[in-house]
Structure formats: C-alpha cells, structure tokens
C-alpha cells in the first residue's frame, strides 16, 4: 500500500479558497499530522497482520541467530531475484513518504543522486552497488512506517480501520520484542544491532512522535462523538503498547552507554530547551478544559519540543513533553501508572539528563493530587464515579511522588562535585546534605545527584502544601463511606502513604524539612501573627492546624529534632549577612519560631518539661536576632507557655540559666516597646513620644532632603512597639513570679524599673496618635501592680501620673486598667491617700496665679480624690470620713468656682456608694444646703431668663447644674436601705 504526509482536507481547503479561520485549523491540523503516514488506498491487513506474526514468531524462537542473519543479509540494487524488486519497493516507499511520485521512471537516477555520501564521479550503476541496506534496517524501518500510517476512519470502512489498528499492534509488539532480544545479544553483535537500529532507522524519533501523536488524539477530542470512543478506547492499548517499547529502548541505551559524553557532538548546554511551557500547565484551573485546548494555545506552539540528534530518549524535550501532556490529560488517567512506570525505568539512566524530567514529573504529579484533593472537596456526597478518576487515583499518585523524590533525595548517595550549580542560593539549603558523607571514587555514576537534590528541594514546600489538602480531606472521611471514596482509596493507606513521604526525608534532611516548613506555613497564613490586641499570637489557620498535626505524627520528627533544628536554623540566619525579607518575600525567622512554638504549644506536659534544654538554647539564639522583632515577642511568649505547664526547675544551675534568658527577653522586648521615644536632645536624659510621621513630614518639608529614610525609620521603630507592650502585659508578671522564688523577688525590681520608667512616658503623652500605646502600657501597668513585692519599681512612677494634669485625657476603655492600678497603689499605702488629701487640702494656686488657675486645680484634685475613692474597697477610707469633709467644706466656701463646687458633687455621689450610710451622715446636712441653694439660684435665674434682657448661662455653670441633677436622679436610683437619711 503506498502512504502519504500529505492531508487531503488541507488541498481541498486551499482550492476552495474556504475563510482564513478554517485555513489556520487546517494547516494546524496538517502540522500537528507530518510525522503520520495516511493510506491512499487499502490493503491487505489480515495478510500483513499474519506475515508479522510469523516474523516475530521466527525471532521469539532463537533471536541470536535471526538478529545476527538479519543484520548480515544485505540487498541493493543489483541484487539477484527477489532481493532486487524488495529495494526497489522499499525506496519507492521511501519516496512517496517524502511526497515524490511512485512509479517514476528515473527512479534509480533521482534517489542515486540525492545520496550525499556517494561521489559524484561515480557512475550511476557503480553508486548504486555501493546503496546497500540489510534486512535489519528493513524490517525496523518498514515496521515504524505501520506504527506511524492509518487511514482516515471518516473516509473507509470501520472494518478496515479496525484491521490496521490491529497491524500497528503487531508492529509495536515486534519492535518492543526485538529492543528486549537486543539487551541480551552478545557484545559485538549488540554493537552493530543498535547502530543499525538507532542509527540508520532512527527509532528513538519515530517513536516519540507516534507517541506524542497518541497523546494528542486526546487532548483533541473536546467534543468527542459516540462512534469515536471506540478509537480512544484503542489509543489507550496502543500508547500503553509504545511505553512498553519505550521502556525497552531506554534500558538498551543504558545498557551500551547510548548518548555518553563522548558520544555527543556539542556540549549539554546546548540541548537546553525552552520549558515555559510548563507553567502554563501548573497555573491551569480548569484542567479539563485546559487540556483539551492545549494544541490551541500560543505558548504551546511557540514551544513545540524537536527530536535533538545523538541526545539518550531520557533528556529528549519532546519526551519531556510527552510526560507532561500525558499526565495532564484527564482522558488517559487509567494509564498514567504505565507512564509512571515509564518515567521510573528512566531513573535508571544515571545522568544529569533526568533532573528536568524529574522536575517536570514531580510538578505535574503535584498538581494532578491538588486537582484531585479540590475536587472532592467540592463533593458533598460521595459518588462511586468522580469524572473520570480510576480506582486508587490518590494513592497511585502519592506512590509515585514518593518514589520520583526519594529516588533523588533519599537512595541516592552525595558526591562531592565543584561544579554543582546552586540555584537557591542561602541558609534554606545549607544543611540540605549535612546529615550524608561523599561517596567513594567508585560512584562517579552519581555525580549527577548533588546538582540534582538542590533543584529538587525546591519542590519540597510545594510538596508539603499539597499533601496538607490530602491529610485535611482524609481527616474529613467518613469511614462508613470508604467505599463509595473510589479516587481516594482507603483512608489508612492516604495517611500511610503520607508519612512514608515525608518520614525519610526529616530523617536525612530534617533542617531543610523544618525550612520547607516554613515556607509552607508562610503560604498558609491567614492572620497576622499577632493578632487584636490582648491575644499574645492568633490562632493558626486549618491548614496550618493541619500541618501541626501531620508533623506530630511523623515518628522521626521528636520534639528533640524539632527544637535542635530549629536552633540551628536561627544561628545560620543570624549569621547570614543577607536578610530574609529581601531574599525569600518573608521573615523566614519569624515563620519558624511561630512554627516551633505552635508545635510545642501542642506537646503534652511531661515532654514540654524534658525538653528544656533545647528549648533553652532555641531561646538563646532567638535573642541573638535583634533585626527581627517579632522573633523575640515570640520568644517571650514561648519562655511563658513553658513556665506555665512546667513546674520550676530545681537545679541551681537551670534556674540561674532559666534567669539569664528571662533578664536578655525583657530587655529586648522593653528595647522594642520604647521605640516609639525618643530624646530631644543630646544632653536631655528625658524621653518623649515620638510625634506622628504626618507632623514629621510637615516639619521638614522645607528641607530639601528626601524624607523617605524618615518614613523607612518611622515604619521600623513604631509598627511593633505596641505588640510589645501587649506581650509585655500578656507574659511579663507571670514570668517574672514564676522565674524568681520567694528569696528572689527583688531582683524582679531590677528588671521591671528600666521598663516602668519607658512606659510611664507613654501613659503621660495625651496625643491621640499615641493613645493606643498609653492604654497598652495601662493594660500592662495593671498587670504588674498585682505583685506587691516589687512596688518600689512602680509606686513613684503611677502616682505621678495619676497627679498629671491631663491624667482623664485617655479611652474610656482605659478607664477599668487605671482602676485596678489605682486600688493596687492606693490600698496597700496609706500615706499616698493622705498625702492626696493633704493637697487637696492644701492648694493654692500660687503668688502669681490667677484665681482661674487655683480653681482648675482645686477641680483637678478633687476629681482625683473622687476617682481614688471610687476604685478603692468599700469603706476602705471610712476612717478619714472627717479628713474627706473638711476638703468638701473648704471647696464649697469658693461660691464663684462652678467647676470646683461641681467636683464637689461628684464626690459626694462617690461616697454614697463607696461608704455605708452611717459614716456619710455628717455630709447631709452641708449637702442638702448647698443643694437647696442652688437649685433655688436655678429657678430665679429661670424666671429672669424668660424676660429679654435676662442672663444666660456659661459652659460650666450648666456643668455644675448637671452633677446636682445626677446627684438627684442616684438618690432616686438608689434603694432606701443605702441612704436612708434621704
């Protein structure tokens, strides 16, 4: 039967003269078919069918000697009998493959002529004696022309499609025999076979576009009709047929060294190839659809991998393509273990070739189980049939990442190479082969490796990410349901396979893991670390639950191996000149000291408690990091989760350590807190409150500096600073109680003075930008006034600022913390409360002052008196009731003071519900009168304001009418039993 490249709908579709939209389909299609053969008119299949049957069986039986007759029978054109009629068919074949005439009469002429080996001073017969080929070459090349020929099955019979389809089989099966009886020949015989079969036949590049052909048969078929099932059905068989042979070719090239160094004509780089592609892959959502347009998108055409000359099928582009596409199509998923199977065999080639298919295998496999895991995620009810996912899809999956990864990072040995080109250059790798030695001379084989595992452990993270979507859907099984859960398998087998997955990679490689890890949860994060204020961390997101619970159940990963690693992670960043954030997008320190300390927080108790030690040196190392402060506000709330679920520790000389770390954490986290302060001159030894960045830039615009540095400094000493005083309030007074004993506690004022004496800054600045900070340091402030045995660091400090003049300038919502400060600071020492009286008592408003001036600060201190009283215990200040009245009656002789005479008022509304009645009873009298004449200057000042000329009321006269209005409306309020005097 004669054969054609050529397509007869693309002639007619230029004849026709049909729109340029069914021309570009038409050229696509003829260019996506010249490496097919087309049949122009029938034969008979059964009859070749039956001869290649014979064939194969002849070289089944003894294939020594039938490979060795093969290759030794020759025949050219001046052969005898039939051997001459079997050159002239096999060149006119040859001919009308390559688009010439069949019977042309100066055939022997023209294919003379077109030999460039031959020379040109020859005659035609002397250089056709010397065009000589065997029986070998014939038989090979004659039978990848069935492998590559079909006929259109929408022009001819289906019987006859089906009868050549039955061919190609047989073809494939005889090429796949014949490449297995190769490995097995002797050396000299093997030598010449293979140069016959590689490179006179060149059968690695018909095979890959056969099989690049098969793929595409699928990715075409987007709108498939019914009658063509029956051929994807046949596609399945015959691609799984050309893997076998596939297989086969790769283990002969390995077997005589196909493709060495010293076999090729140009240096490696040269084959680079062009894998943008890939991406276009990765980033598909809709993979169904995505896949089916593949042949249609840009990226693909202007990417389309050739067949490169003298380079082993293993490092070929368009086999890389191939694995990719065909394991991207959805349509051949039930044979995706048999491309596995393929992509495995080639690992057996030891050469630095395999490292792209391996990238390329893992991230399509990657890929492949996240499609997967997201869709049945997005099932509701299980469903036995999930598209068009076989049985065992994920496990099948998971084996094979398993074994793509392990190949290279695990079974594989280290070689020490100098020319090992890293491409992710920093700490994330350094210990990525600390746990192996080099190998001995002996396994030069290897040296592909080292090059190999570095790119490879770039994939990690992605791994990771992926196989938290498998361990979150496989906590989710109902296990009544497993059977329905086709694509998953069972669930015990999802998770075994998920911890023999990442169980030997901790075990070799466990900081590179834990560095993995941590980019994984970097991915992941949902919340800022730190979260809304009075919450010392957020909590994590699902997937980051769901990684702290896939790494507790890892065998080899122990809390001892976690926390050792996770120092020495942290020493290698503090000795890194480059910082984190520049080179990774994120505060790699950060991520794992909050990784480390979520998985502690998720130890029990006895094994928080043995490992302290290494927690002691992780906290070390922490404080060594000074450019990053959230690893230190970290590092105080993991040293708080440990006292808290450990009891002390006994030795002496854990306790002085356990100290030490505790003085360096607090030191660090006030140095963060105070930040935001500032001197305002060199020889100026108080600190104040930075103004906000807005009030900075108006300052200097004169200036002709850029003020971008001024923004840079700004953002980086003010974005932590009220974190800090958080955690500071969260861990500090708790840490400090449980660090130090009883014997102890005054070295607790060492600590907390430095610290008082910064935060009181805060707490005295009443700008409103500065307003978050002072209610921190409130909130802090009232945590540790709880412990009186270090009231010397804090006592001075809170009075005064309890006598600051704009002491009520704060959030109401600051208000309870001052309460708890001022019942801590009052209740335990009477002379402040007196000292308190004595000046309200007291106060004049100086020689130089106005009488405006004595009356504000007259109102100022009985508003403190008031404020004391009311946070103090009931009757706590009984005794002084006579103390208390006289301030009263000194205050209300000032008529002319509203604000003063308001105070008043507002005291005397304190008393009542801070004092039993019997010790108030003095007031009532002096109370009830000043009451009364008031309210009766209210009333005739009324009655003179209904005329034109009345008075009117200032701000504060109405001010004093509302404290005697609340004082009333309490009175009316209150139960009896409480005032009964009114």
């Given amino acids: 039967a004669v054969v054609s490249t050529q397509s007869t709908g693309t002639a007619e579709s230029e004849m026709t003269g049909e729109s340029e939209g069914v021309r570009e389909k038409e050229e696509k299609k003829r260019t996506d078919c010249q490496n097919e053969l087309f049949y122009s008119q029938e034969y008979d299949t059964h009859r070749s069918k039956y001869l290649w049957q014979i064939i194969l069986s002849m070289m089944q039986a003894d294939p020594t000697p039938f490979i060795r007759s093969c290759h030794n029978a020759k025949f050219n054109a001046t052969s005898k009998y039939l051997s001459q009629e079997v050159y002239e068919l096999f060149h006119k074949h040859r001919m009308s493959i390559r688009d010439e005439l069949y019977a042309d009469p100066f055939f022997m002429t023209t294919l003379s002529e077109k030999d460039p080996k031959l020379d040109s001073r020859l005659s035609v017969a002397e250089r056709l004696r010397k065009i000589s080929k065997s029986y070998l070459e014939l038989l090979v090349t004659v039978c990848l022309w069935y492998c590559r020929a079909r006929y259109d099955h929408k022009r001819v019979a289906q019987g006859v499609c089906e009868s050549n389809r039955e061919v190609r089989l047989v073809a494939v099966e005889f090429l796949s025999t014949l490449i297995q009886r190769c490995v097995s020949l002797p050396d000299e015989l093997k030598k010449v076979a293979c140069e016959t079969i590689f490179d006179r036949c060149h059968l690695q590049e018909s095979v890959l576009y056969v099989l690049q052909r098969s793929i595409v048969a699928h990715t075409e078929a987007a709108y498939i009709v019914q009658e063509d099932l029956e051929i994807l059905e046949w596609t399945k068989v015959f691609q799984s047929e050309l893997l076998v042979l596939v297989q086969n070719v790769l283990k002969l090239e390995k077997d005589i060294g196909w493709g060495d160094s010293t076999r090729l004509a140009s240096p490696l780089s040269k084959y680079e190839f062009d894998y943008k592609y890939v991406n276009y892959y990765m980033n598909c959502q809709d993979t169904h659809i995505a896949k089916v347009n593949l042949v249609d998108t840009e990226v693909e055409t202007s990417n389309n991998p050739k067949y490169i000359q003298n380079l082993p099928l293993v490092g070929q582009p368009l086999f890389v393509h191939c694995v990719l596409v065909a394991l991207t199509t959805r349509r051949v998923t039930f044979i995706h273990k048999k491309w596995l199977d393929t992509i495995f065999s080639c690992f057996d080639y030891k050469s630095p070739l395999i490292k792209k298919l391996s990238e390329v295998t893992v991230q399509q496999i990657l890929h492949n189980t996240k499609q997967l895991s997201r869709e049945y995620h997005n099932i509701k009810t299980p469903n036995p049939v999930v598209g068009c996912v076989p049985v065992n899809q994920t496990v099948l999956l998971l084996e094979s990442l398993t074994s793509v990864v392990h190949f290279i990072l695990v079974h ?120 809304r204020p009075g919450h010392l961390v957020s909590a994590p997101s699902k997937k980051q639950l769901a990684l702290i619970d896939l790494v507790m159940d890892i065998t080899v990963c122990t809390y001892d191996v976690v926390l050792k690693n996770a120092q020495k992670l942290l020493n290698t960043a503090a000795s890194h000149p480059r910082d984190s954030r520049e080179q990774f997008g994120f505060s790699f320190e950060t991520e794992l000291v909050h990784l480390t300390y979520e998985y502690f927080r998720h130890l029990k108790k006895h094994t928080m408690q043995k490992a302290w030690p290494h927690l002691l040196n992780l906290l070390r190392e922490a404080c060594s990091i000074t450019n990053q402060p959230p690893v230190t506000l970290l590092a105080v709330g993991f040293l708080q989760l440990y006292l808290t679920n450990c009891p002390q520790l006994e030795d002496t000389k854990s306790r002085r350590e356990l100290q030490e770390v505790t003085v360096k954490l607090v030191e660090l986290t006030t140095e963060i807190a105070s930040k935001s302060l500032s001197h305002n001159s060199w020889f100026s030894r ?88 002072s209610k921190a340091s409130a909130s802090l402030l009232s945590s540790i006034t709880d412990y009186q045995y270090c009231r010397k660091a804090w006592s001075k400090e809170l009075f005064e600022a309890l006598m600051d003049p704009d002491f009520f300038v704060m959030e109401p919502s600051a208000l309870p913390q001052w309460k708890i400060i001022t019942e801590h600071l009052i209740a335990h020492d009477n002379l402040l409360f007196q000292d308190l009286l004595v000046r309200v008592t007291t106060a004049t408003g100086g020689l130089f002052s106005s009488n405006e001036v004595f009356y504000t600060q007259k109102a100022r201190l009985l508003r403190r008196l008031s404020f004391t009283l009311f946070c103090c215990e009931y009757n706590q200040f009984a005794k002084y009731i006579s103390k208390i009245q006289e301030c009263f009656v000194e205050a209300l002789k000032l008529n002319q003071a509203h604000q003063v005479i308001r105070e008043v008022f507002l005291g005397f509304r304190v008393v009542i519900l801070r004092m039993s009645p019997g010790t108030f009873t003095p007031l009532w009298p002096i109370m009830l009168n000043e009451l009364y004449g008031n309210l009766v200057e209210f009333r005739d000042t009324l009655r003179k304001k209904k005329s034109p000329d009345g008075p009117g009321f200032s701000s504060r006269v109405l001010a004093m009418y509302l404290s005697i209005s609340k004082l009333l409306d309490q009175a009316l309020i209150l139960p009896a039993h409480m005032i009964p005097d009114f």
């Fill in 412 to 531: 594989a040995p280290v070689v020490q190479s100098s020319n090992s080109d890293h491409t992710r250059s920093g700490f994330l790798m350094l210990f990525s082969m600390s746990n192996e030695s080099a190998s001995s001379a002996t396994d030069t084989e290897y040296e592909f490796v080292n090059d190999a595992k570095h790119h490879m452990l770039q994939f990690i993270p992605k791994c990771f990410d992926t196989l938290l979507d498998v361990w979150i859907n496989w906590k989710m099984v109902d296990s009544e349901k497993v059977e329905n859960l086709y694509p998953w398998g069972k669930p015990l087998d999802v998770r075994n396979l998920v911890l023999n997955f990442v169980s030997p990679l901790f075990k070799k490689y466990p900081a590179s893991m834990l560095s993995s890890l941590c980019e994984v949860w970097h991915l992941n994060r949902r919340n800022l670390i730190f979260g």
């Fill in 686 to 773: 108080k600190a104040e409150v930075l103004p906000e960045y807005n009030e900075i830039v108006s300052v200097k615009k004169e200036d002709s500096e850029d003020s971008s540095s001024d923004e840079e400094n700004y953002e980086g000493n003010n974005v932590y600073t009220l974190q800090a005083i958080y955690v500071l309030n969260e861990c500090l007074a708790q840490i400090i109680d449980l660090v130090y004993g009883s014997e102890e506690k005054d070295k607790a004022i060492a600590i907390l003075s430095p610290l008082i004496s910064k935060i009181s800054v805060y707490i005295r600045n009443h700008a409103f930008h500065n307003m978050p900070n």
